[in-house]
C-alpha cells in the first residue's frame, strides 16, 4: 500500500511539474517583442503619427506583443539600415521600392518574401506592387502614391497679387518679384541633394513626356549625353540663378526649408505629396496652415509633357527581416497594417497623402483644401512619370547624382561635368 502511494504521489508530482514546464514554455512562446525600424521620426503629426496608431492598436489588440520602435529621419535611417543589413535586420523595417535601395537589399537577401496571394482584397492601385518585386516575387508593400508639389501659400500669393505660374519661365519671373517683398521664392532642401534630383526629374519629365527609356538607355551606357538631360539641368541652374530658392539652399537641409516656409519666410516649398498633413499640424501658425494650397511643375516652352503630366511614384513602405526570429507576428502585423481600413484609411484621415491603396471609399467631403487638391491632380494626371531619375540606377549612381546636384546647381561644376560624373559612376 505504502509503495502504491509513493508511485501515485510521483506520478502526480511528474504531471503537476510536467503541466508547470508546458505553462512556462506557452508562456514563454506567448511573449513575443517586434522591433521596429522607421524612418519617421515625428510620432506625434503626419505619417508617423499613422504609423504610431497602428503600432498602438496592434499591441492593445495582443497584449502578448510588445512592439519596440526606432526612429531615425531619412539620410540617418538609410545609414544605419546599411549597418543592419551586415549584422541583423529588425523584425519591420522601412524600404523604398526603387531600383537605387531595392535592388542591392534584395541581392543581399535581407527581406523575407510575401505571399502576394495574401494582399488579393488590400485595395492596392494596380502596378503599385511591382517596384516591392523581384524575379517575380514580393519583398515589401508600398504605404505611398507620391507626387512632387510646390506647396504655396495662398494667402500670401493673393495679398501680394501674384499669380500660380503656368509655365516655367512664369515661375522663374516670380523669383525677383517675391525676393523683392522681402520673401524667400521657394525654400528648397538642398542639401540632402534628393529633392534636387527630383526637381531635375520633373523638369525631365516635362521636357521629354516619358523619360523611362531615356533614363534607362543612360544608366546601362553611362552615358547621358542625350540633349533632355542637358537641357533639364540647365533649367535647374537657372533656377538657382535667379534666386528661386534661399540663400544657403545647397547646404541646408529637410527640416530648415520645411520651417523657413511653415514660418511664412518663404512663400513656396518643393517637397513630395507626403506632407499634405502641414494642413492640420496644429504646431504650424493657423494662418499658414489653413492657406496651404498645391501646384506641380508648370510646362516647360518646348516640352512634350502637359501641365496634368506628372512626377509621381509609388515611394516609401514596409518589409519583414528575412533573419527575424518571429517572423510570422511580424507578417502578421505587416498584414494587420495593410487592411484597407487601417494604414490607408487613417493616412486618409490625417492627412497625409496619397495611398498605394484605393481611398476612394473614406472621402467625406471635409478634407482640407490641400488634400482635395492633390486627390484632384491624382484623378486629372494623363500620366505619371514613375521612379525619379535618381532612384532608377545602382546605389553608386543615386550617390553621385545627389553629391554633386548642389555644385551643378550653384555653378561651382559646370553640367557637363555633372553630366560626364553621374555617367561613371553607372560604370
Do not use: H
Request: proline share 3%.
Amino acid at each position: 500500500m505504502k509503495k502504491r502511494w509513493c508511485s501515485i504521489a510521483l506520478t502526480a508530482a511528474m504531471v503537476v511539474s510536467m503541466a508547470a514546464g508546458s505553462a512556462l514554455t506557452v508562456s514563454a512562446e506567448e511573449e513575443i517583442t517586434l522591433r521596429v525600424f522607421s524612418n519617421l521620426p515625428d510620432r506625434k503629426n503626419g505619417q508617423g503619427l499613422v504609423e504610431q496608431m497602428l503600432i498602438d492598436e496592434y499591441m492593445e489588440a495582443n497584449p502578448n506583443v510588445k512592439i519596440e520602435v526606432e526612429a531615425l529621419d531619412e539620410e540617418a535611417y538609410k545609414t544605419k539600415f546599411k549597418a543592419y543589413a551586415m549584422e541583423g535586420m529588425p523584425d519591420v523595417v522601412n524600404i523604398w521600392g526603387q531600383p537605387s535601395f531595392l535592388d542591392e537589399v534584395l541581392d543581399a537577401g535581407v527581406l523575407a518574401e510575401l505571399n502576394e496571394a495574401d494582399y488579393a482584397d488590400y485595395k492596392f492601385i494596380e502596378g503599385s506592387l511591382e517596384g516591392f518585386k523581384k524575379d517575380g516575387k514580393l519583398y515589401g508593400l508600398p504605404r505611398n502614391t507620391d507626387v512632387a508639389v510646390f506647396y504655396y501659400n495662398q494667402k500670401m500669393f493673393e495679398d501680394n497679387g501674384w499669380s500660380v505660374p503656368e509655365t516655367y519661365d512664369e515661375l522663374l519671373g516670380l523669383a525677383s518679384t517675391i525676393t523683392e517683398a522681402g520673401i524667400i521664392p521657394v525654400a528648397m532642401d538642398g542639401g540632402d541633394g534628393w529633392p534636387m534630383a527630383v526637381y531635375l526629374s520633373d523638369l525631365l519629365y516635362k521636357i521629354t513626356g516619358d523619360y523611362r527609356e531615356t533614363v534607362s538607355g543612360a544608366i546601362a551606357n553611362g552615358d547621358f549625353s542625350d540633349p533632355a538631360f542637358t537641357q533639364a539641368t540647365q533649367l535647374l541652374k537657372d533656377a538657382a540663378d535667379a534666386g528661386l530658392f534661399q540663400v544657403g539652399y545647397d547646404s541646408q537641409d529637410y527640416g530648415t526649408a520645411m520651417n523657413l516656409f511653415t514660418n511664412g519666410q518663404a512663400a513656396m516649398f518643393y517637397m513630395g505629396s507626403w506632407e499634405t498633413s502641414m494642413a492640420t499640424n496644429e504646431d504650424i501658425p493657423e494662418e499658414i496652415r489653413t492657406n496651404i494650397r498645391v501646384f506641380t511643375m508648370p510646362t516647360v516652352e518646348g516640352g512634350a509633357a502637359t501641365a496634368t503630366d506628372i512626377e509621381a511614384w509609388n515611394g516609401g513602405g514596409y518589409a519583414v527581416s528575412a533573419s527575424s526570429e518571429v517572423k510570422d507576428e511580424a507578417v502578421k502585423f505587416l498584414n494587420f497594417m495593410y487592411q484597407p481600413d487601417k494604414l490607408s484609411k487613417y493616412g486618409w484621415e490625417n492627412g497625409v497623402g496619397m495611398s498605394a491603396q484605393d481611398q476612394s471609399e473614406y472621402m467625406t467631403g471635409e478634407e482640407t483644401e490641400l488634400m482635395k487638391q492633390i486627390v484632384d491632380i491624382v484623378s486629372a494626371a494623363t500620366s505619371v512619370s514613375g521612379t525619379p531619375v535618381n532612384d532608377c540606377g545602382p546605389s553608386a549612381f543615386k550617390t553621385s547624382i545627389e553629391s554633386e546636384i548642389q555644385s551643378v546647381s550653384n555653378g561651382t561644376t559646370d553640367i557637363d561635368t555633372f553630366l560626364a560624373n553621374i555617367g561613371t559612376a553607372c560604370k
